[in-house]
């Protein structure tokens, strides 16, 4: 019982912080579009293309902020039965262009017959986390491999990266608001994860070795259908 009591007060914690945040960073990027707006109805000819990128760009990053920190009101997102292979296909697609930037290679082997409950946008938030991070742990020639199989009433999900690895010190605070080791880290990508996973009665563990790479491995229960 006390244990539940504490969870649930970090949980409140946690989304307080959350909506902090997301309050905090809307502010100067809505400014900063104000501003924009004021110039781009003042000029003309090529600056005007300019001024136009710059305004799609701000209103880009603001839903960006907006969807990473859904999770702050656990209970959006419509729960349906969800096709583990065509959520990974949309992830993929999204973080594609970010894999090839970084020079990497991304492969994906999931069955086509896994199922599990939750929210598709949850889901894929979660997993883009995840795999943004091994995206960022890549030096050069990175590999990425995704697969997952069903397991005695479940489904585990492994991504595994040959990045640069964590030190034991690190893969303890994962997980910790704005614990990050990125000159432009939010230190919020895996606190948004476990919850979203935990939420999902999914389990997430990591094994990474510095110098050598990370496996992640997630489980939900599985859905038979
Ligand atoms: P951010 O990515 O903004 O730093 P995260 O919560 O996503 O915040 O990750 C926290 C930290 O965990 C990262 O800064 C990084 O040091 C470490 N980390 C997470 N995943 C990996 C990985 N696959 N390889 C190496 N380090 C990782
Ligand atoms: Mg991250």
Redesign the pocket.
Known sequence: FNNELQRSEKMEIISELAASVAHEVRNPLQVTRGFLQLLSEKNSSSNQLYLNMALDELDRAALIITDFLTFAKPEAGKVTTLNVLEEFIHIEGILMPLVNLQGGKITVHIPSDLHIRGSSSKFKQAFI?IIK??I??LDGEGEIDIWAHGDDGKVCIYIK?N????EPE?LAR?GEPY????TK???????VTFRIIEVMQGNISFT?TKGVG?EVCVSFPSVII
């Open positions: 986390n991070n091994s960022e742990a990266d990045g640069e690895g964590m690190v994962l614990f990050s080791n990125k880290g939010t230190g919020l990508g895996l606190m990474s990370t």
